[in-house]
C-alpha cells in the first residue's frame, strides 16, 4: 500500500477539523453543562441551608412561646382558695351588684397594670 499526498492532506485535513470542532464546540458546551451542574448544585446546598436555618427558628419560635406561658404562669398566678371545712355549713357571703362592680374594676384596673410589665 503506497502513502500519496493525498492520503497526507486528509489526515491533517481531519485533524485540523477535529481540533477546531473540539476546541470551538465540544468545549464550550461540555463547559456549559458542567457550569450547569454546578450551579444547581450550589442552588440545592443553598435550599438545604434555608431550610435548617428555617427549622431552627421554627424551634426557636416554640421554644419561646412555651418559656412565655410558663412566665405568664409564674407571674399570673390564680389566688389559691382556703380549704372550706365540708362539716361546718356556712352559707357563702352575699355579695350585692355594686360590691361585685366595684370588685370588677379593681381587678381590671390591676390586670391592666400588670399586663404591661409582662412585655
Known sequence: MEINLTFCVQVINFLLFYH???????????KF???????????LEDFANKELQLKK???D???LV???KSMLKDRYKLPSVPVVDVAVEKSPPVVTEQQRAEMTV??????????????
Open 20 to 30: 477546531g470542532i473540539s476546541y470551538f464546540f465540544l468545549k464550550p458546551f461540555v
Open 57 to 59: 427558628l421554627v424551634h
Open 33 to 43: 453543562i458542567q457550569m450547569k451542574a454546578a450551579s444547581r448544585e450550589q442552588m
Open 61 to 63: 419560635r416554640v421554644e
Open 106 to 119: 379593681q381587678l381590671s384596673a390591676h390586670f391592666a397594670a400588670e399586663i404591661k410589665n409582662a412585655y
Open 66 to 68: 412555651q418559656r412565655f
